[in-house]
């Protein structure tokens, strides 16, 4: 599946509800050299920065929108752009089990 058919399957309403929330045992580190990494109960996976900076915004209240609206302004991006890597990101990271989704205004 592409990151527009994700993106598609997301759509702006949904993207808007949807609070990515890091699962147990994973945790965004930053090395000694400056690097971001995620932590996983099986190893590490090293970040780009642009994953990175989607991650450090994870705080169980932000929206997959509202991550995005952030990283629009932070990079100055057209935000079709921004939207369909956050989207794509979030997704990937879901599918192998790293984060799950909440919905906006629902308790943990």
Excluded: C
Aim: net charge positive; glycine share 10%; aromatic share 6%.
């Amino acid at each position: 599946m592409s990151g527009s058919e994700r993106a598609g399957d997301t759509g702006r309403v949904n993207g808007s509800r949807r609070v990515p929330v890091l699962a147990r045992g994973v945790r965004l580190r930053t090395l000694d050299n400056g690097n971001q990494v995620l932590l996983k109960p099986e190893g590490i996976v090293k970040l780009n920065g642009t994953a990175a900076a989607a991650l450090r915004l994870v705080d169980g209240a932000r929206t997959i929108a509202s991550i995005s609206a952030t990283l629009q302004r932070q990079f100055e991006a057209p935000a079709r752009s921004i939207d369909a890597d956050v989207v794509e990101l979030f997704y990937r990271l879901h599918e192998r089990g790293w984060i799950f989704f909440s919905l906006a205004g629902t308790r943990l």
